[in-house]
């Protein structure tokens, strides 16, 4: 059974439709990169899900229970984008406090901080904390009791590459126990790889549920091929192929989905001629531009 399912999920404020007929479910292990321009409905939804606002519509449901129930909220992490500490307190003392709060023992605050790489600076006050800190004290928090479903919404932000790098490995590990993740996040090209779906919400609307290999079918969206010649042999390569030349040895090709076969056989064909072929397909930011531009009535 899925962690959460949301079905025809609606919410109003006043006349204007936050949400309009959202569905899509999260499984066991799942991560689901949430995506959407400002005032799409991604903040709404979360909301809903953590049980901090009603839905006027449609059915929710967080790990067999409503959203808000004690049941839900035990077993459910957030980690906004924005975290707030005492800055007078450690970071040791801050996870401490919180684990006394969940009813677990306060021991295992020294594991978590070193589960997010801060047990170096365990016994620092968290007023002395950089941002990207702060936000891995918050991943520690949110790491308490084993939680079945996290919503995190921008949870890298303020993170540097090799912490974005080692926080993704903390979720792969959680998905892989379990846990179900439901991620929103403008930094398309980190949840490229690192999620196994993508929900994109466009005006309170859903306007696509899939991974990123069934969108990118669903866009039908050129894909760019790169061919790079031997010495000498750019302009007879070009001219073969059709393609426009570019920083010397390299021929860039835009082609249809569905001529990538006809394409490689032509450059296959020209043998010797050709040092190396990389085929590009549409990113995420492609797919988000295409998808996002659609509105359901």
């Known amino acids: 059974m899925p962690n959460l399912i949301l079905s025809r999920l609606t919410k109003t404020f006043g006349v204007t439709r936050a949400l309009r007929d959202v569905s899509f479910t999260v499984a066991p292990g799942e991560r689901i990169a949430l995506l959407g321009h400002n005032g799409a409905g991604k903040s709404t939804l979360m909301k809903i899900v953590l049980g901090l606002i009603p839905f006027d519509g449609g059915m929710a449901t967080v790990l067999g229970a409503a959203p808000g129930d004690r049941a839900a909220r035990r077993q459910v992490a957030y980690l906004p984008e924005n975290v707030a500490f005492h800055p007078a307190l450690t970071g040791l003392e801050q996870i401490r406090t ?22 170096d600076a365990a016994t620092r006050r968290i007023g002395t904390y950089s941002k990207g800190m702060r936000q891995r004290v918050g991943l520690a928090q949110a790491l308490i009791g084993k939680p079945r479903l996290l919503v995190l919404d921008e949870p890298t932000s303020g993170l540097d590459p090799v912490s974005r790098r080692d926080f993704y490995a903390t979720l792969d590990g959680l998905a892989a126990d379990g846990a179900s993740i439901l991620l929103s996040s403008h930094a398309l090209t980190e949840v490229e790889a690192r999620t196994d779906r993508i929900v994109i919400l466009s005006q309170g609307a859903m306007v696509a549920n899939a991974s990123l290999a069934q ?3 669903q866009a039908a969206l050129p894909i760019q091929m790169q061919v790079r010649a031997r010495d000498g042999a750019a302009d007879m390569v070009a001219e073969s192929l059709g393609g426009a030349r570019f920083n010397g040895a390299t021929v860039n090709l835009n082609f249809a989905p569905d001529q990538k076969l006809a394409r490689l056989t032509q450059v296959t064909a020209l043998g010797a001629l050709i040092e190396d072929v990389e ?19």
Request: glycine content about 6%; proline content about 7%.
């Open 98 to 119: 919180y684990l006394r709060l969940r009813g677990e023992a306060a021991r295992d605050a020294m594991g978590l901080l070193d589960r997010v790489g801060l047990a």
């Open 215 to 217: 969108l990118r079918q």
């Open 279 to 297: 085929v590009i397909p549409p990113s995420l930011e492609d797919i988000y531009s295409h998808f996002s531009k659609q509105v359901r009535p």
